[in-house]
């Protein structure tokens, strides 16, 4: 048993030595925070009109990583990007909006 608490308690200890700050700076934070917006922007809007509708997105910073990415993948499970309109659905539409509205946050 102090065997396996050992090794776990060293693998904790190793991997908090490779984790380091990302995104210091506010000018970094606000570029990730405005890359996700516009992202759950952009599926709101092709959920609404479909998937030939155009939006400008807002690539995250390289300090992020894919976590801007990750998190609207999240958000909009299977439908990101979504692959057609939901017109008839309005309160998913509403729901779902709501959710990347969170996420965005």
Do not use: F, H
């Amino acid at each position: 048993m102090r065997r396996l608490t050992l090794l776990a308690g060293g693998l904790v200890a190793g991997a908090a030595t490779w984790a380091s700050a990302q995104c210091t700076t506010a000018d970094e934070a606000n570029t990730a925070r405005k890359s996700v917006k516009k992202a759950t922007k952009c599926n709101d809007k092709l959920l609404r009109s479909g998937p030939t509708a155009t939006c400008s997105t807002l690539p995250p910073p390289a300090c992020s990583g894919s976590l801007t990415t990750d998190a609207i993948a999240l958000a909009y499970g299977p439908n990101n990007p979504p692959t057609g309109a939901a017109r008839t659905l309005s309160d998913q539409r509403r729901c779902q909006k709501q959710i990347g509205k969170g996420v965005g946050r």
